[in-house]
């Protein structure tokens, strides 16, 4: 197939972004504004997040253009995160891209946002199919089988708080910013891991499954004991990171059996979401998981708009386009995302 290019947007959550991506692996364009009006707000407010896309979406539309030194006419397709997320923000993105490609008579595709995380690293790395994939951010926090583009298997699933809401709740417990996710991270390099211990929820129990709202619910039980001097702060951020990567390595090994059970032979297990560019998570999965391991960098773990391009590759090479009467989802499972 020749190369293909495609304009994509990000506006699922409190990150607007826009890139140009091609079907050589080439980042033509990535334009992203991550969104301050949220940060007083201890965390994401819908209808603000909502505006801000609608402020300058079209913007950043025009810069990546102008950065990538084509126009609209040498663009294949074009590509928006339609679900799950932000209805507001999903609105405003899908809205705008179906109107381009309307006007420039170019398909349009709709990428679940769950599947741009997942499918991101193939954008790095030789990642064949199947692979073990871990979403862990600030909405999703699930174990899936990735059969091939649009066919997915989920293993398992938070049953409560997402792994990043889980960070940013305690984070603004001990009254850091948000997001929490870096600052407990920074924090933790000075703190005692062993000082506290909090629950490993469901660690003994079978399956895929987190829990996460009883480690919270255990550090503010903590909290109302300490004094809360600059110390504690870091081993409570210490000790929590500690207990998030003895739940995750035990669900990981029982996600690799859950695979041998299902006679899926996996070599390339992926980690993605926001909470995978937390490096103490990272060391520790990279030396107990005897599989091949991938993350995306750092940048590209959070919500960005090259992963929703390099999803419209993928769907595009398949020729998994939609209509322009396509409805953005609040709720859109990626096992249930259909070609």
Not at 159 to 186: H, N, T
């Amino acid at each position: 197939m020749s190369n293909k290019t495609i304009l994509a947007v990000e506006t699922s959550c409190d990150e607007t972004a826009v890139a140009i991506v091609n079907s050589n692996k080439q980042i033509l364009a990535h334009e992203i504004l991550s969104q301050k009006e949220h940060k007083t707000c201890g965390g994401v407010i819908p209808e603000v997040a909502s505006r801000a896309h609608m402020n300058h979406l079209s913007n950043l539309i025009e810069s990546a253009i102008e950065k990538s030194n084509l126009d609209f006419s040498s663009l294949d397709a074009i590509a928006a995160t339609s679900g799950p997320g932000l209805i507001g923000g999903l609105i405003v993105g899908t809205m705008m891209t179906k109107a381009i490609a309307h006007v420039t008579k170019k398909p349009f595709i709709a990428v679940n946002h769950l599947e741009a995380h997942a499918l991101v690293v193939r954008l790095l790395y030789e990642v064949k199919f199947p692979f073990l994939v871990l979403l862990i951010s600030g909405g999703h926090c699930q174990f899936l089988i990735a059969q091939d583009v649009s066919k997915y298997i989920k293993l398992g699933e938070t049953l409560d708080d997402s792994l990043g809401e889980a960070f940013d709740k305690v984070a603004k417990m001990l009254g850091l910013d948000y997001p929490g996710g870096p600052l407990i991270e920074k924090l933790a390099k000075n703190g005692d891991g062993t000082r506290f211990h909090f629950p490993r929820a469901m660690i003994k129990r079978p399956g895929c499954n987190f829990s996460f709202s009883g480690i919270k619910t255990s550090v503010k039980n903590l909290l109302q004991k300490l004094e809360m001097n600059e110390q504690d702060i870091c081993d409570v951020c210490a000790s929590f990171q500690e207990c998030i990567s003895d739940i995750l390595l035990d669900k990981v090994n029982k996600a690799i059996a859950m695979a041998e059970f299902l006679n899926i032979k996996i070599h390339d297990f992926v980690i993605s979401g926001g909470v995978a560019a937390n490096e103490f998570l990272r060391e520790r999965l990279e030396k107990q998981i005897n599989l091949n391991l991938f993350f995306p960098p750092p940048h590209l773990c959070t919500d960005n708009a090259v992963m929703v391009g390099w999803a419209g590759i993928e769907r595009l090479q398949k020729n998994y386009t939609n209509s322009l009467d396509f409805p953005p989802r609040s709720r859109w499972e990626l096992e249930k995302i259909l070609p």
